[in-house]
């Protein structure tokens, strides 16, 4: 593994640990239900009826730098105030990352691939 990969990999736990599980959490005190099911774990089911998704709940322009994908979860995430100071992190989070990393074009073992 190369020592840029190992160090934004060091880098996405930290993110996880300063950032993300501190969000969680305050999230849950403020009532949010994140994806704990502990109290359903005996439901026969975790379905839950949801409206239906349109192309744009799904349409995140990033644009390659980290100002254009901050500005792009802001508009995401207009009716999630609390979300909004998060998206300048991630933002922060991409900008150390850079984009020296070697991407590859194999597909993980992890990764079921259909064709």
Same mark, same amino acid.
Do not use: C, I
């Given at each position: 593994? +190369?020592?840029?990969?190992?160090?934004?990999?060091?880098?996405? $736990?930290? #993110?996880?640990? /300063? &950032?993300?599980?501190?969000?969680?959490?305050?999230?849950?005190?403020?009532?949010?239900?994140?994806?704990?099911?502990?109290?359903?774990?005996?439901?026969? +089911?975790?379905?839950?009826?949801?409206?239906?998704?349109?192309? $744009?709940? #799904?349409?995140? /322009? &990033?644009?390659?730098?980290?100002?254009?994908?901050?500005?792009?979860?802001?508009?995401?995430?207009?009716?999630?105030?609390?979300?909004?100071?998060?998206?300048?992190?991630?933002?922060?989070?991409?900008?150390?990352?850079?984009?020296?990393?070697?991407?590859?074009?194999?597909?993980?073992?992890?990764?079921?691939?259909?064709?």
């Amino acid at each position: 593994m +190369s020592s840029t990969r190992e160090a934004a990999e060091r880098a996405a $736990a930290e #993110f996880h640990d /300063r &950032v993300l599980v501190p969000l969680g959490r305050e999230l849950q005190r403020a009532g949010d239900r994140l994806a704990d099911v502990a109290p359903l774990r005996t439901a026969e +089911s975790f379905y839950q009826n949801v409206p239906a998704f349109g192309k $744009a709940d #799904f349409d995140l /322009r &990033v644009g390659g730098d980290p100002e254009t994908l901050r500005a792009s979860l802001l508009r995401q995430w207009k009716d999630e105030p609390r979300l909004h100071p998060f998206a300048e992190k991630v933002a922060e989070f991409s900008a150390s990352l850079g984009s020296d990393l070697d991407l590859s074009s194999e597909v993980s073992a992890f990764v079921y691939v259909m064709f």
